[in-house]
């Protein structure tokens, strides 16, 4: 039964269910013993509490038995990012400075998805506090590509991603602050939405960076995608960020939106530093679009293809230092053993709580939010994004959507660029300006190298047009066998 239904959808999961082809209990049970024959290699988990969501398995054919089901997740398992807080769970963010800490309350997202029945499963792993885009600067050791286990799984998600991939979680959620659900869907070949800023609350997701920080769907295919964003979405008076819009049914109305549509294709995102193979590859999704009767008509965002990797780091880290400036020993979290005094607690739990990347970016951030260097550095890094927010409105207004590669190359091997950051943060390229905007992102696979590596196709819509950009997306995958590959591990 396992090996029959590990790799299967959630929407046919669901499916069998509700037909009662196999129970929340057989489910859960095959994804355990695949992540128990697996995850000593994958290493997507941090930790998970088996006891706990076989309760939630039985809950849910409990209800199933009595004709209450929820709806169709009801009895799918669910594993969650470990920077999303689940009461009574570790909430660890990777990162030893969390490493004992137990979240005391639900994230939002957490409590819809238990009320739509889910089974969650499992703590997964992350770059340390969402900073890294390969899964490597974790307090919990690297997560590995399951198509390569010599390399990235991508990042910050990368336990999320890797996990739906290797077959161990139908359905995963992650954050995406510049690239990190998109980027690692990419690099393991499966579906990762970035949705709209302020669609999605973010009650209960430990912080990097407010304005940036979006909670989305991991998934197989983008109908599950889509069914997995309808249970999170919607507004919450929790989050003061999060916007009044209207939830769709994400499954019905991407079913009724069929095209032709009109699709831009950024000039810039096919310029140096984009690997040739994966050129090819994103060219030819491009004309799939053409021959379907799509408008294809190439745009500029110039200041996005310049600009956009500078901006992020001068307000994503200026965020970040703000936002961990509360980690400090005192409240909660890692307080040093070896600390004599107050000053002494902060300095020494920091310095021994915090790994090295994620002081890198404290330390520019604090630099350029400091007196005389503001204005220079934060107050003009909003200026731009500003008009790069205003740059991809005027595009979108002729475009229902924009194709672009979703890395500028394939899962790189373990260790590669451990020690060039710049060359690190240069693989976000394509995906950052999409949080910079508060856009709606998606990539789906769409294609391998020659080396057997996943390769990623992006596209960006329009704020809260999520249903129209799943749609877009979906008519190329209905036409492909992508999403049907898997690793052989």
Request: proline share 6%.
């Amino acid at each position: 039964m396992a090996a029959e239904i590990i790799f299967q959808s959630a929407t046919r999961l669901a499916a069998l269910l509700a037909a009662g082809n196999i129970s929340s209990v057989e489910l859960l049970q095959a994804c355990l013993a695949r992540t128990k024959a697996v995850d000593g290699r994958v290493k997507a988990f941090n930790s998970f509490d088996e006891a706990g969501a076989l309760a939630l398995a039985q809950a849910s054919d409990a209800r199933r038995a009595a004709g209450q089901a929820r709806g169709p997740l009801d009895g799918i398992p669910v594993g969650l990012k470990d920077v999303i807080a689940v009461e009574g769970q570790p909430l660890t963010c990777s990162s030893k400075m969390l490493a004992n800490f137990v979240s005391p309350y639900d994230a939002t997202v957490t409590e819809k998805l238990r009320a739509a029945g889910a089974v969650l499963f499992g703590r997964l792993n992350m770059d340390e506090f969402a900073m890294g885009s390969s899964t490597e600067n974790s307090a919990f050791g690297p997560t590995a590509n399951p198509w390569d286990l010599t390399r990235v799984p991508g990042g910050s998600s990368g336990g999320s991603a890797a996990a739906v991939a290797s077959g161990e979680l139908p359905l995963t959620l992650g954050s995406d602050t510049g690239g990190s659900i998109r980027q690692p869907a990419a690099l393991c070949g499966i579906v990762g939405l970035k949705p709209t800023y302020g669609l999605v609350s973010r009650y209960g997701l430990a912080a990097f960076a407010s304005s940036l920080d979006q909670i989305g769907p991991l998934a197989r295919t983008v109908e599950d995608t889509a069914l997995l964003l309808g249970a999170i979405a919607g507004h919450d008076p929790r989050d003061s960020t999060s916007f009044k819009a209207e939830v769709p049914d994400y499954r019905a109305e991407m079913g009724r939106k069929q095209g032709p549509w009109r699709l831009g294709v950024p000039k810039e995102f096919f310029g140096a530093g984009l690997d040739p193979e994966i050129s090819a590859v994103v060219k030819q999704a491009v004309g799939f679009y053409r021959k379907q009767g799509c408008e294809i008509k190439e745009v500029s965002l110039p200041l996005a293809a310049e600009y956009a990797i500078a901006v992020y780091y001068l307000i994503a880290t200026a965020e970040a230092s703000s936002n961990l400036a509360r980690y400090d020993g005192i409240r909660y979290g890692h307080r040093s053993a070896a600390a004599k005094d107050a000053i002494d607690i902060y300095a020494r739990s920091r310095a021994e709580g915090f790994g090295p990347e994620v002081k890198r970016r404290i330390i520019l951030g604090t630099h350029v939010l400091s007196s005389g260097y503001y204005d220079a550095y934060y107050l003009r890094a909003q200026k731009v994004r500003t008009l790069i927010r205003n740059e991809f409105t005027a595009v979108l207004r002729d475009c229902d959507a924009l194709l672009s590669p979703t890395s500028p190359g394939p899962a790189f091997k373990l260790g590669e660029k451990s020690a060039d950051p710049l060359a690190m943060y240069l693989t976000d390229i394509y995906t950052i300006s999409v949080n910079l905007a508060g856009l709606p992102g998606i990539s789906i696979p769409c294609g391998f190298t020659g080396g057997g590596l996943p390769i990623g196709l992006q596209l960006i819509g329009r704020p809260f047009q999520e249903a129209e950009l799943l749609a877009v997306a979906r008519a190329y995958e209905q036409a492909h066998d992508w999403s049907q590959r898997h690793p052989a591990l």
